[in-house]
């Protein structure tokens, strides 16, 4: 099991880097940091689609992400709220749903 601890400003760059780099990082209201992605349907349907397929993995893998649905963008962000940031579980979790996006 993996040890579920934030990982460094460093440490995130890096991961963020070597294994999803079309994904971002960022800070909510509160200051934790997140990493992210957006999907940009075609239509209303096809993003809700894409919403049922990311929940399945997530289920699947026991690990949720934030999913926003504005219209035909669905934004999915991750980190994990007991280690109150990004861990390399999140950063794992990005990498196995990367392939949804495409």
């Given at each position: 099991m993996?040890?579920?601890k934030s990982?460094?400003?460093e440490?995130?760059?890096?991961?963020?880097?070597?294994m999803i780099p079309k994904w971002k990082s960022g800070v909510n209201e509160k200051g934790i940091k997140f990493i992210e992605r957006v999907h940009?349907?075609?239509?209303?349907?096809e993003g809700i689609e894409f919403v049922q397929?990311?929940?399945?993995?997530?289920?699947d893998n026991n690990h949720h992400p934030d999913i926003f649905i504005n219209y035909k963008r669905i934004t999915v962000r991750y980190w994990t709220h007991s280690a109150g940031g990004?861990?390399?579980?999140?950063?794992q979790m990005a990498q196995k749903i990367d392939v949804l996006f495409e």
């Open positions: 993996l040890e579920k990982l460094s400003p440490e995130l760059s890096i991961n963020i880097n070597q940009h349907a075609k239509k209303f349907m397929k990311v929940a399945q993995m997530a289920e990004v861990t390399l579980a999140d950063v």
